[in-house]
């Protein structure tokens, strides 16, 4: 798919979560909740040349800022598209940070809060 007023510039894939979504990394042992949606790769240069060639995912699709967690620590995550999927054991995220952002866990994801929403 291209873009129509840069015929070579493709256009970004539609995001397929959702802020509040619980997603699992595909090739990482970390999960995390989803606090903020690019549509493409909004990060640096540096940070995408430290990812390793073999695992560098595309840029022209959406990247998820998450509150994550491993079993040894809480942390943020920013992870293309492709390398999520949706969580399917339906936990609540035990980030210490997901209750400032999400008043409530309900069917498996979470809702922002209110004054959060832009």
Sequence with gaps: MTNE?????????????????????????????IFDVDPEFNNTEEW???I???????K???????????DEASYVAYVSQQNLVLEPDGEPVQHPAVQQMFDRFEAGRYRLRPEIRN
């Design 48 to 50: 995408w040349a430290s």
């Design 5 to 33: 007023t840069n015929p070579t510039t493709k256009t970004p894939s539609p995001a397929t979560f959702t802020i509040g979504d619980v997603v699992r990394h595909r090739l990482f042992p970390f999960r995390g909740v």
């Design 60 to 70: 022209d699709q959406p990247f998820y800022h998450l509150l994550a967690e491993n």
């Design 52 to 58: 390793p060639e073999e695992v560098r995912p595309r």
